[in-house]
């Protein structure tokens, strides 16, 4: 599969100028920007800095590569929950799954965290890329760790040698899943989560047209498997995406069908409950399970939407409370 309209623009040249903006605003953003000892240039955003969620909205930026709109919205969906995240991206593809999925597993010793952003299309470690047919190129680089620790000399070591650009070109944004800065990076991942989807249930990519996302933003939490369940139940029970296709009705409906959360086995606790009861395994989980709540299919070749799955407001309470 060829992705197109794409295939010629490099996320690494638009996202490094959104790592720059980032960078020269560090301290109006609450960030801590240091050199890290191998040369490589460390943004703290949640560990020992207090970050934000404006912080947050251009980390989720920089995870889509430079393609990505992330806006910060009220929205009266959920009473308690107000304040939302829409995503939209100019080319949702290479966006989402070329650059924003966290799919890069860096560890050494205790470290272990995914890797997202643009620095994965340059080193191309992920069997995607082989479907997309994307790879990018760039003397600088960046990669968003969701991670509350710095990462040591070995793991920065290999991001250079897979990218093949020296570690004083390297930016690493570290987001915290208990920061506010990472919950929101994590929320915005609402059009992301329901592409890996598309792509899990096998509708041909080059199908998909277009599409948007919506979601809550959740109370961060200080413990790390609360704030991790909430970021994933904000999309499980309350995300929101409307996809455009073109393709068969009867394909455009059954894709409609096989998106929501709701459709896996897994699905009826909160996420916490569930990483528990598979002794925090991921492994272990449907994932089927990781999709937004409610989708809308729109079929471009016949002008038919489709529409499956339901928010849960109730178990969006337990979660976020």
């Known amino acids: 599969m060829k992705t197109t309209g794409a295939s010629n623009v490099s996320i690494n040249k638009r996202a490094n100028e959104l790592v720059k903006s980032l960078l020269t605003n560090a301290s109006a953003l609450n960030l801590q920007v240091s050199e890290h000892d191998s040369g490589a240039m460390i943004v703290d955003a949640g560990i020992k800095a207090l970050g934000g969620l404006e912080a947050g909205r251009q980390i989720a930026e920089i995870c889509m590569g430079g393609l990505g709109s992330v806006a910060l919205q009220n929205d009266s969906t959920f009473k308690n929950w107000p304040l939302s995240v829409k995503v939209h991206a100019k080319s949702p593809i290479i966006s989402c799954l070329g650059s924003q999925y966290a799919g890069w597993a860096l560890s050494h010793e205790k470290f272990f965290s995914l890797g997202s952003g643009p620095a994965r ?30 990462p040591p000399n070995e793991v920065i070591e290999k991001v250079s040698n897979d990218t093949g650009i020296r570690t004083s070109n390297l930016t690493f944004i570290l987001t915290p899943t208990r920061s506010l800065a990472g919950t929101v990076q994590i929320t915005a991942r609402v059009l992301e989560v329901a592409l890996h989807k598309l ?110 799955g339901a928010f849960d407001e109730a178990l969006l309470e337990k979660s976020f409370n």
Not at 121 to 149: G, P
Request: net charge negative.
């Open 121 to 150: 299309a340059i080193a191309q470690r992920e069997n995607i890329f082989k479907e997309l047919a994307y790879k990018d190129q760039s003397s600088h680089t960046s990669l968003v760790l969701e991670t509350d620790q710095i």
């Open 199 to 308: 792509h899990a249930v096998h509708f041909p990519l080059e199908q998909f047209i277009d599409g948007y996302g919506v979601a809550p933003i959740p109370a961060p939490s200080p413990d790390f498997l609360t704030g991790m369940g909430r970021t994933n139940d904000a999309i499980l029970f309350g995300g929101f995406v409307h996809l455009y296709v073109n393709c068969e009705d009867d394909a455009a409906e059954n894709l409609a069908k096989a998106m929501p959360s709701s459709s896996s086995k897994d699905y009826g606790r909160p996420f916490a409950e569930i990483f528990k009861a598979v002794n925090m395994d991921f492994y272990q989980i449907d994932p089927l399970l990781f999709s937004p709540a409610k989708v809308t299919v729109t079929n471009m070749k016949t002008g038919k939407s489709f529409f499956a």
